[in-house]
């Protein structure tokens, strides 16, 4: 396997693992009502920024997520199908620091909520 390495890349991992997150029953019921094709867009935007330093994504995203009533659980369960879905597609640096980065994410987020 390789590395991502383009937006493309991203976008695959955005949609296998969103197909998985809207049928887990713990986090799934949260992503229930989101327009995913308006919400993927968005976080391959993201993640092109956060992982290979592209342009284009300016919205907070903890303030995105301080409306929802998220619990330590469903940061982990978040935690735990993206690093899996990740692992099964690619292998590299960039995968490290993506799975890192959704770490300090679902850790920051978290600890706005209070």
Not at 15 to 39: A, C, E, M, N, S
Request: hydrophobic share 40%; aromatic share 12%.
């Amino acid at each position: 396997m390789r590395d991502i390495e383009t937006r493309s890349d991203i976008d695959i991992v955005i949609r296998t693992f969103y197909g998985k997150v809207v049928q887990d029953d713990l986090i799934g019921p949260f992503f229930k009502h989101f327009d995913l094709d308006t919400h993927i867009p968005k976080m391959v935007d993201f993640w092109d920024f956060a992982l290979l330093d592209m342009p284009g994504y300016t919205t907070d995203v903890t303030k995105m997520h301080m409306h929802m009533r998220l619990k330590q659980e469903h940061f982990d369960r978040w935690i735990e199908i993206f690093k899996s879905t990740i692992d099964e597609l690619h292998q590299g640096d960039i995968v490290e620091k993506a799975k890192q980065r959704a770490v300090l994410i679902g850790w920051t987020i978290k600890s706005k909520m209070g």
